[in-house]
């Protein structure tokens, strides 16, 4: 077992919500109460190195998750929407960066959770509403 001491959200004063490793642990991503997620890439295996930091939403981030393909990653929040960001190459690197492919709302109070199905197709959301 590797133990790693990483401050995933430097300088930052708001509390972490929510973290996500990938399967292959070659990505981080960690959400925090002002609405930024932070993306970390692993290099190496050794190092992780700041890949991305995106302004997600206005409010809370309540949960982040990385899909089980690594194209994906969703972030709930307190502003009752779900957005589903794309990795994309980066013109001329070797790395990927996220950008928002779609905006999901139909949820009337905070979402508090969401899930990938296993090939990435669907995600599924969790809310205190009663949408269904």
């Known amino acids: ?6 401050d995933p959200v ?3 004063e708001f509390g972490i919500k929510s973290i996500t490793i990938a399967g292959d642990a070659s990505l981080l991503a960690v959400a ?3 609405g930024t997620c932070f993306i970390w890439l ?3 295996g050794q190092d992780f190195i700041p890949l991305q930091e995106m302004d997600a939403h206005d409010q809370y ?5 990385l899909s089980p393909d690594n194209r994906y990653i969703a972030t709930c929040s307190s502003d009752h929407s779900v957005k589903i ?4 190459p980066v013109e001329g690197e070797d790395d990927s960066e996220f950008v928002l492919n779609k905006t999901l709302y139909g949820h009337t109070k905070w979402i508090w959770d969401c899930a990938f199905t296993c090939d990435s197709a669907y995600i599924i959301t969790v809310s205190t509403d009663t949408v269904g």
């Open 1 to 6: 077992m590797y133990r790693y001491q990483l």
């Open 10 to 12: 430097p300088g930052e």
């Open 32 to 34: 925090n109460s002002h």
């Open 42 to 44: 692993l290099k190496d």
């Open 61 to 65: 981030v309540l949960k982040v998750l």
């Open 85 to 88: 960001w794309e990795a994309k």
